[in-house]
């Protein structure tokens, strides 16, 4: 019986807990869906997971927009040129943006944790190339689901 209890107590301190994912995003000038660009522009991650945006083309940035994270969640702004890991712990919906580029409509969705797209809320005073491209989103995400 000793014995089992050691056995147990080794495992649970010797076996790693679940990992936490990276996933890239490149910021991108143009791509196959467009101008001005995130790849991939939706991601579904788990609470934990950390993302790297790769600034594979100069004069882009990654930034949380305003009033479009969870809350409770805390919002980042990547310098322009330079790449940015961002680890995100609240579930929910984070709308990014890059900040030179957001009026015509380089933004991404990021789902952390369980949830539906089509039920996240575009905050009002979205500029209109930007409202477009998350619809697109969320209907793509939807054929593929």
Request: proline content about 7%.
């Given at each position: 019986?000793?014995?089992?209890?050691?056995?147990?107590i080794?495992?649970?301190?010797?076996?790693p807990?679940?990992?936490?994912?990276?996933?890239?995003?490149k910021?991108?000038?143009?791509?196959?869906?467009g101008?001005m660009?995130?790849?991939?522009?939706?991601?579904?991650i788990?609470?934990?997971?950390?993302?790297?945006?790769?600034?594979?083309?100069?004069?882009?940035?990654?930034?949380t927009?305003?009033?479009?994270?969870?809350?409770?969640?805390?919002?980042?702004?990547?310098?322009?040129?330079?790449?940015?890991e961002?680890?995100?712990t609240?579930?929910?919906f984070?709308?990014?943006?890059?900040?030179?580029?957001f009026?015509?409509?380089?933004v991404?969705?990021?789902?952390?944790?369980?949830?539906?797209?089509?039920?996240m809320?575009?905050?009002?005073?979205?500029?209109?190339?930007?409202?477009?491209?998350?619809?697109k989103?969320v209907?793509?995400v939807?054929k593929?689901?």
């Amino acid at each position: 019986m000793r014995l089992l209890l050691t056995i147990a107590i080794v495992t649970l301190f010797v076996m790693p807990a679940a990992a936490a994912e990276t996933h890239y995003v490149k910021m991108l000038n143009r791509n196959e869906t467009g101008g001005m660009v995130f790849e991939p522009d939706y991601l579904e991650i788990a609470p934990g997971d950390t993302v790297k945006y790769l600034a594979t083309h100069i004069g882009h940035n990654a930034a949380t927009i305003d009033d479009f994270l969870p809350h409770g969640a805390k919002p980042f702004k990547g310098k322009i040129n330079q790449e940015i890991e961002v680890t995100f712990t609240e579930p929910g919906f984070y709308g990014v943006k890059c900040t030179p580029h957001f009026d015509m409509g380089m933004v991404m969705l990021v789902q952390v944790g369980a949830g539906t797209p089509s039920s996240m809320v575009i905050p009002d005073g979205m500029p209109k190339d930007a409202i477009t491209r998350f619809q697109k989103i969320v209907a793509s995400v939807g054929k593929s689901k």
